[in-house]
C-alpha cells in the first residue's frame, strides 16, 4: 500500500464523497432502515491496521457479554485477516474482506462487501478507523440504522461529516482499546451528552486474548528452524528480531543499531537470532543478515504462515521489534517482547500484557504521527529512535536472557 497516494486519494476524493453522502443521508432519512429493539447484528471495521483487531478483542467480548447471542462481524483488508481469525471470537464466514493487490480488485471487493452488508441487514457499524474516510463512507452505505465513529467536534481531524449516528471523541491520552471499549458504551448514551461519558473506562474491562500452540505445533516450527540451523539444541534460548517497520520506515529503530545488538547478543552461544517478517520485510532483515554473517543467524523472513508465526512466538524466549503488528500478535504468547516507540505513543498503542516492555524516549514533538495529521510527519530521521542506545537496549535484554 502506497500510504501518499492512499493520502492523496482520500483527501480529493474522500473529502467531497463524505460531503455528499452526508446530503443523501439528510435527504434519504425519512426513508431509511430504523432500528427495532435492541441491536442483533454488529459490525467491527478496520481495515489497516493488523494491531488493531487485537486491540479491539475487549470490545468484542463486550458486544457478547452486552447483547446475548448477538451476531458479531468483521470487516479488513483479505491479507490482514489472519489478525482476526486468531481470536477466535468472530466465525470465519462473518469475516468480510477486501482486497488491495490492485485497484480493480479492490472495486471489485467494495461493490460486494456494500452488497454483503445490505443483505445481512447489520443493526449497527463500529467504525475504529483513524486513518482514511472509506470506511465512514462504508458504515454509512452498509445500511446499518446505528453507526458508530470518533467526530471532530471541536478538535482538528478527519472531516467525516454526519456518515455516523452516534460519536466518539478521539481521545489522544488514552490507550485506543479504551477508546474502543467506548464503542460500546455509547449506545447508552444519549446524544445531548456526546462526547461527555460519566464513568471510567476501568483497566481491568481491558481483555488480553491469549494464544496456546499446543506441543506438535511447536515441534514443527523448531524442526522448520533446524531446516536452516541443524546444531540449533532445545537449551538454546532464541531471540527474535524484527527490524522492519513496514509501510511507515520512520517508526524503525536504526538498521545498525540492531547489528551492533544482535553481535553483543550472539556473544552468549546459547543465544540464536532469528531475523523474521513477511516477504516485503526482506531488504531489512537482509541486511542485518548479511552484515552478521553468523551461523546462529537465521535468515527466517518470509518463512512462516500466520499460524506458524504465532508458534514460533510461543518457542521463542524474546522478541525485538518496531512498533507493528507483530508486537501486538506476539502479546498474546508468553515472549517477552521489546517495542520501540517515538513516533507514535505507547500511550495509545502499547500492545497488552504484562511481557510487553516498552523504548520509548518521550520527546516533547512525540507523537507526531496522530490522527490529527493523517500519520504525515514533518520529520524525517526519527532522532527520538536514535537516541535509545544499543546499550540501553542491551541492559535490558540481558536481564531477560
Given amino acids: 500500500m502506497n500510504v501518499d497516494l492512499v493520502r492523496k486519494i482520500d483527501y480529493w476524493l474522500g473529502r467531497p464523497a463524505c460531503w455528499i453522502l452526508t446530503a443523501a443521508g439528510r435527504l434519504l432519512k425519512p426513508f431509511a432502515r430504523k432500528t427495532e429493539g435492541a441491536p442483533r447484528k454488529f459490525l467491527l471495521v478496520e481495515l489497516s491496521e493488523m494491531g488493531s483487531a487485537i486491540l479491539a478483542f475487549s470490545t468484542m467480548k463486550a458486544l457478547q457479554e452486552s447483547f446475548p447471542g448477538a451476531g458479531l462481524f468483521f470487516l479488513i483488508f483479505e491479507k490482514n485477516r489472519p489478525s482476526v481469525d486468531i481470536l477466535k471470537t468472530i466465525p ?20 460486494k462487501v456494500i452488497l454483503r452488508m445490505r443483505r445481512e441487514k447489520i443493526d449497527c457499524v463500529f467504525d475504529l478507523e483513524l486513518f482514511a474516510r472509506i470506511t465512514a463512507l462504508l458504515t454509512f452505505l452498509s445500511g446499518a440504522p446505528i453507526r458508530v465513529g470518533f467526530h471532530r467536534f471541536r478538535m482538528e481531524g478527519l472531516y467525516r461529516g454526519g456518515l455516523h449516528t452516534h460519536l466518539i471523541q478521539y481521545n489522544y491520552q488514552q490507550h ?14 444519549p446524544a445531548k451528552d456526546w462526547p461527555t461519558m460519566v464513568e471510567a473506562i476501568r483497566d481491568d474491562e481491558l481483555i488480553k486474548p491469549v494464544y496456546r500452540a499446543d506441543e506438535s505445533a ?10 536452516f540451523y541443524p546444531d540449533l539444541a532445545e537449551d538454546q534460548k532464541l531471540v527474535l528480531f524484527n527490524p522492519s517497520a513496514g509501510e511507515i520506515p520512520i517508526r524503525a529503530w536504526p538498521i545498525e543499531n ?7 547478543v550472539l556473544e552468549d552461544p546459547k543465544n540464536v537470532i532469528v531475523l523474521m517478517g513477511a516477504g516485503v520485510d526482506m531488504a531489512a532483515t537482509s541486511q542485518v543478515h548479511q552484515a552478521l554473517a553468523h551461523e546462529r543467524c537465521i535468515q527466517f523472513t518470509g518463512q512462516t504462515t500466520f499460524p ?25 504468547t508468553p515472549i517477552h517482547n521489546f517495542v520501540f516507540f517515538g513516533p507514535e505513543t505507547p500511550r495509545l498503542y502499547r500492545p497488552l500484557g504484562e511481557n ?8 516533547p514533538c512525540s507523537p507526531c504521527l496522530t490522527a490529527y495529521n493523517h500519520r504525515n510527519t514533518p520529520c524525517q530521521i ?11 537496549v542491551h541492559d535490558q535484554v540481558k536481564l531477560c536472557l
Avoid at 356 to 362: K, P, Q, V
Fill in 218 to 227: 511447536k515441534k514443527n516450527i523448531r524442526d522448520k528452524l533446524k531446516k
Fill in 92 to 111: 470465519p464466514e462473518n469475516v468480510l474482506v477486501v482486497s488491495e493487490k490492485s485497484p480493480l480488485r479492490f472495486l471489485t471487493g467494495l461493490f
Fill in 382 to 392: 526519527s532522532k527520538c529512535l536514535q537516541v535509545i542506545s544499543v546499550d540501553e
Fill in 308 to 332: 506458524e508465526l504465532m508458534d514460533l512466538f510461543s518457542i521463542a524466549h524474546l522478541l525485538i521489534t518496531n512498533d507493528s503488528g507483530p508486537a501486538h500478535f506476539a502479546s498474546l
Fill in 258 to 264: 540492531y547489528i551492533e545488538l544482535a553481535r553483543r
Fill in 356 to 363: 510487553t516492555h516498552i523504548l520509548y524516549s518521550d520527546f
Fill in 176 to 189: 485506543i482499546a479504551k477508546s474502543f471499549l467506548s464503542f460500546v458504551k455509547v449506545l447508552a448514551y
